[in-house]
């Protein structure tokens, strides 16, 4: 049995039994139904390890609880049954890990949940000496990361125009929010302060990380 902790907040009772009933095996459960129940919940001082999130609640939304827990170690997951490619971005900036449409087979469900805490379990326990590899790391990445960052933004572009596929658009951002910590770390060995913008497409600015344009 897995231990670890999953904080569900829906409003929707069957949605939450069915959640319960095929999870409960995996997962410690508990869960929240409105703001007051969440809020109650934090105070207890307790940390989930993975959030899932419903975006519509009666008295609060999914993008609110999400920056309320801004600055909470937990993963979390919005679940919702949209599919604007908006919406999905702006639930990634304010800290998702994943998005996944309601209803999403048990299965898929299960694996997207297990991956999101692998994944935040690799970003909580990295330990790197920045000084021994911080050479390498600025010879070696910055052009590649550079060339990430178009094709990801050309990507996106695509994706949202079509407006068809929120599963592949929820996958190109997390593969963002990678690239992003990536970018973050890459600051961190070349010390500095505000990276360099270059035009790409449409006047859209991205990092010029290697610094030789």
Known sequence: MNNSRLHIIEDSEMTLYLLKKELSNEYSISTSRNKDEFLSFLKKNITPEIYLIDITLPDIDGFEILQILKNNPSAKIIYSSTTDPDLIEKAFKLGAHDFIKK????????????????????????NIDFEEVKGTVAHYFGQP??????ELYTLKKLLSSKNNDDTVYSSVMRIEKAFDILVDTYNKFKDLDTPTKVNYLNDKEILDLYGDR
């Open 103 to 126: 209803p999403t087979p048990i299965k898929e469900l299960r694996t997207r949940l297990s991956k999101t805490l692998q994944f935040q379990s690799i970003l909580q326990d990295s």
């Open 145 to 150: 990361l550079t060339a990430l960052g178009a």
